[in-house]
Nanobody
Framework: QVQLVESGGGLVQSGGSLRLSCAAS????????MGWYRQAPGKQRELVAAISSGGTTNYADSVKGRFTISRDNAKNTVYLQMNNLKPEDTAVYYCGVGYSIWSQAAYWGQGTQVTVSS
Protein backbone atom coordinates (compact mmCIF):
# COMPACT_ATOMS: atom_id res chain seq x y z
CA GLN A 1 0.00 0.00 0.00
CA VAL A 2 1.12 3.49 -0.90
CA GLN A 3 -0.44 6.62 0.54
CA LEU A 4 -0.01 10.04 -1.03
CA VAL A 5 -1.21 13.21 0.67
CA GLU A 6 -1.28 16.39 -1.41
CA SER A 7 -1.62 19.99 -0.34
CA GLY A 8 -1.22 23.47 -1.72
CA GLY A 9 -3.87 23.89 -4.38
CA GLY A 10 -6.18 26.88 -4.60
CA LEU A 11 -7.32 29.88 -6.58
CA VAL A 12 -4.81 32.33 -8.00
CA GLN A 13 -4.82 35.09 -10.56
CA SER A 14 -3.05 34.78 -13.87
CA GLY A 15 0.66 35.42 -13.39
CA GLY A 16 0.57 34.26 -9.80
CA SER A 17 2.32 31.38 -8.06
CA LEU A 18 1.41 28.28 -6.09
CA ARG A 19 3.42 25.51 -4.48
CA LEU A 20 2.10 21.97 -4.28
CA SER A 21 3.41 19.37 -1.84
CA CYS A 22 2.91 15.62 -1.70
CA ALA A 23 4.07 13.31 1.07
CA ALA A 24 4.36 9.61 0.32
CA SER A 25 4.22 6.77 2.83
CA UNK A 26 3.79 3.03 2.87
CA UNK A 27 5.51 0.47 0.64
CA UNK A 28 7.48 2.87 -1.50
CA UNK A 29 11.02 1.58 -1.08
CA UNK A 30 11.07 0.07 -4.58
CA UNK A 31 9.36 3.01 -6.28
CA UNK A 32 11.86 5.71 -7.04
CA UNK A 33 10.01 8.18 -9.18
CA MET A 34 7.59 10.88 -8.09
CA GLY A 35 5.65 13.32 -10.17
CA TRP A 36 2.74 15.61 -10.77
CA TYR A 37 0.00 15.08 -13.29
CA ARG A 38 -3.08 17.10 -14.11
CA GLN A 39 -6.48 16.62 -15.60
CA ALA A 40 -8.61 19.43 -16.92
CA PRO A 41 -12.35 19.00 -17.57
CA GLY A 42 -12.94 16.98 -20.70
CA LYS A 43 -9.27 16.15 -21.14
CA GLN A 44 -7.06 13.19 -20.38
CA ARG A 45 -4.69 13.16 -17.43
CA GLU A 46 -1.26 14.36 -18.51
CA LEU A 47 2.20 14.45 -17.06
CA VAL A 48 3.24 17.86 -15.74
CA ALA A 49 6.62 17.02 -14.22
CA ALA A 50 8.37 14.03 -12.72
CA ILE A 51 11.61 13.46 -10.84
CA SER A 52 13.68 10.40 -10.05
CA SER A 53 15.35 9.72 -6.73
CA GLY A 54 18.61 10.83 -8.32
CA GLY A 55 17.16 14.15 -9.46
CA THR A 56 16.57 13.51 -13.15
CA THR A 57 13.53 15.49 -14.28
CA ASN A 58 10.98 15.39 -17.05
CA TYR A 59 8.69 18.34 -17.81
CA ALA A 60 5.79 18.85 -20.14
CA ASP A 61 6.67 21.41 -22.81
CA SER A 62 3.79 23.62 -21.70
CA VAL A 63 5.29 24.20 -18.25
CA LYS A 64 9.02 24.36 -18.98
CA GLY A 65 10.52 27.54 -17.60
CA ARG A 66 7.52 28.17 -15.33
CA PHE A 67 7.25 25.09 -13.10
CA THR A 68 9.97 23.46 -11.01
CA ILE A 69 9.75 20.01 -9.47
CA SER A 70 11.89 19.04 -6.50
CA ARG A 71 11.94 16.38 -3.82
CA ASP A 72 13.18 15.68 -0.34
CA ASN A 73 14.14 12.01 -0.28
CA ALA A 74 14.48 11.95 3.50
CA LYS A 75 10.85 13.03 3.81
CA ASN A 76 9.53 11.14 0.75
CA THR A 77 8.03 14.43 -0.33
CA VAL A 78 7.78 15.97 -3.77
CA TYR A 79 7.08 19.63 -4.50
CA LEU A 80 5.87 21.54 -7.52
CA GLN A 81 6.61 25.26 -7.62
CA MET A 82 4.34 26.85 -10.18
CA ASN A 83 5.13 30.39 -11.33
CA ASN A 84 3.56 32.62 -13.96
CA LEU A 85 0.40 30.57 -13.87
CA LYS A 86 -2.00 30.79 -16.79
CA PRO A 87 -5.73 30.05 -17.05
CA GLU A 88 -4.89 26.97 -19.12
CA ASP A 89 -3.09 25.54 -16.08
CA THR A 90 -6.45 25.16 -14.38
CA ALA A 91 -6.95 21.49 -13.54
CA VAL A 92 -6.99 18.92 -10.80
CA TYR A 93 -3.37 18.14 -9.99
CA TYR A 94 -2.49 14.63 -8.89
CA CYS A 95 0.64 13.43 -7.17
CA GLY A 96 1.90 10.10 -8.45
CA VAL A 97 4.66 7.64 -7.71
CA GLY A 98 5.82 5.06 -10.17
CA TYR A 99 8.58 3.18 -11.94
CA SER A 100 9.52 5.73 -14.57
CA ILE A 101 9.52 9.50 -14.99
CA TRP A 102 8.45 9.01 -18.61
CA SER A 103 5.16 7.20 -18.07
CA GLN A 104 2.03 7.23 -15.96
CA ALA A 105 2.28 6.66 -12.24
CA ALA A 106 1.45 3.42 -10.50
CA TYR A 107 -0.11 5.04 -7.43
CA TRP A 108 -2.08 8.26 -7.15
CA GLY A 109 -3.04 10.87 -4.61
CA GLN A 110 -6.57 12.17 -4.27
CA GLY A 111 -5.91 15.31 -6.29
CA THR A 112 -5.92 19.01 -5.50
CA GLN A 113 -7.70 21.70 -7.48
CA VAL A 114 -5.71 24.52 -9.04
CA THR A 115 -7.76 27.33 -10.56
CA VAL A 116 -6.16 30.25 -12.38
CA SER A 117 -8.40 33.21 -13.10
CA SER A 118 -7.76 35.58 -15.97
Amino acid sequence: QVQLVESGGGLVQSGGSLRLSCAASGSISSINNMGWYRQAPGKQRELVAAISSGGTTNYADSVKGRFTISRDNAKNTVYLQMNNLKPEDTAVYYCGVGYSIWSQAAYWGQGTQVTVSS
